[in-house]
Antibody, heavy 123, light 108 residues
Framework: QVQLQQSNPGLVKTSQTLSLTCAIS??????????WNWIRQSPSRGLEWLGR??????????DYAVSVESRITINPDTSKNQFSLQLTSVTPEDTAVYYC????????????WGLGTLVTVSS | EIVMTQSPATLSVSPGERATVSCRAS??????LAWLQQKPGQAPRLLIY???TRASDIPVRFSGSGSGTEFTLTITSLQSEDFAVYYC??????????FGQGTKVEVK
């Protein structure tokens, strides 16, 4: 059974960097058959996919949503079997519940989700 | 980007009755559609993928159908634990994955 355990940063100040981690158990961040995603949810934007990282043919790849691609970085950490999200220059519009989730590489449906972390951006 | 549109926004159903939720894609996505259930304070949970395949441990009262641009989630004989918000998600045109705005199934 795959489990995803998210960190809990809580409050981030406007213009600063939001950082979250997602620790994986029951699978590997280096799996050749999975991708590791960040999704957020807010009342105004609904569910919004942000990006993902995955390992394939001995190389790491990233895909990012156009809406955040200038501000987002998703990195794997193989030593801790986890992956991270960094979102720079945040504004109150980035206030949301952030989820990490796994998708089956080559498919795209999100079969395991973390519990979610509420991030509030405020001055 | 593919836009997913769900209807209705809210569905009032009595326990034991059938609920039907619709999802329309702005372009052909084949059968690359998933349904997710979300209860208050919880993460979404995968119910259906490939338009009609139930995920692990999902009861048979949940079924999905459709292809192309029109999809349906049907819940037969609603149980108390089924009152929740349901989302469709497309994964044909990737990335980005995109979601519908959600349908709340509430007690009538």
């Amino acid at each position: 059974q795959v489990q995803l355990q998210q960190s809990n940063p809580g409050l981030v100040k406007t213009s600063q960097t939001l950082s979250l981690t997602c620790a994986i158990s029951g699978d590997s961040v280096s799996s050749n058959s999975a991708a590791w995603n960040w999704i957020r949810q807010s009342p105004s934007r609904g569910l919004e996919w942000l990006g993902r990282t995955y390992y394939r043919s001995n190389k790491w790849y990233n895909d990012y949503a156009v809406s955040v691609e200038s501000r987002i970085t998703i990195n794997p950490d193989t030593s801790k079997n986890q992956f991270s999200l960094q979102l720079t220059s945040v504004t109150p519009e980035d206030t949301a519940v952030y989820y990490c989730a796994r998708d089956v590489l080559g498919e795209g449906f999100l079969d395991y989700w973390g519990l979610g972390t509420l991030v509030t951006v405020s001055s | 980007e593919i836009v997913m549109t769900q209807s209705p926004a809210t569905l009032s159903v009595s326990p034991g009755e059938r609920a039907t939720v619709s999802c329309r894609a702005s372009q052909n996505i084949g059968s690359n559609l998933a349904w997710l259930q979300q209860k208050p304070g919880q993460a979404p949970r995968l119910l259906i993928y490939g338009s009609s395949t139930r995920a692990s441990d999902i009861p048979v009262r949940f079924s999905g159908s459709g292809s192309g641009t029109e999809f349906t989630l049907t819940i037969t004989s609603l149980q108390s634990e089924d009152f929740a918000v349901y989302y469709c998600q497309q994964y044909n045109d990737w990335p980005p994955w995109t979601f519908g705005q959600g349908t709340k199934v509430e007690v009538k």
